[in-house]
């Protein structure tokens, strides 16, 4: 399996689209009885990467969220470096 295959397949939206197609073939009596196992666990493989994606995503925004509330409670960080250090040229006029 090639780098951008594996890295394709840990996307939401193809795990999501495998999701799509496979339910589309269900509905369209598309799969056999002799495909159906295959298919399933295909199905529910694509459907734990999807809510591991997910999972994943909503604690960056629980922390993104925090560090906005941080930031909306002291407005003195907004002038802060990556340090978390004041940054002395924030006063500065950015045009001189």
Do not use: W
């Not at 199905?43 to 995503?57: T, V």
Request: glycine residues 4%; proline residues 3%; contains cysteine.
């Amino acid at each position: 399996m090639t780098a951008s295959r594996k890295d394709q397949s840990d996307t939401y939206e193809h795990n999501f689209a495998v999701l799509e197609k496979i339910t589309d073939a269900l509905n369209k009596d598309e799969i056999g009885i002799d495909d159906l196992l295959e298919k399933t666990r295909e199905a529910l493989d694509a459907a734990r990467r999807c809510m591991e994606i997910l999972n994943r995503q909503k604690g960056e925004f629980r922390k993104l969220e925090a560090e906005f509330a941080r930031l909306i409670e002291s407005p003195e960080t907004m002038n802060a470096d990556k340090d978390g250090e004041p940054d002395e040229t924030a006063d500065e006029d950015p045009l001189a």
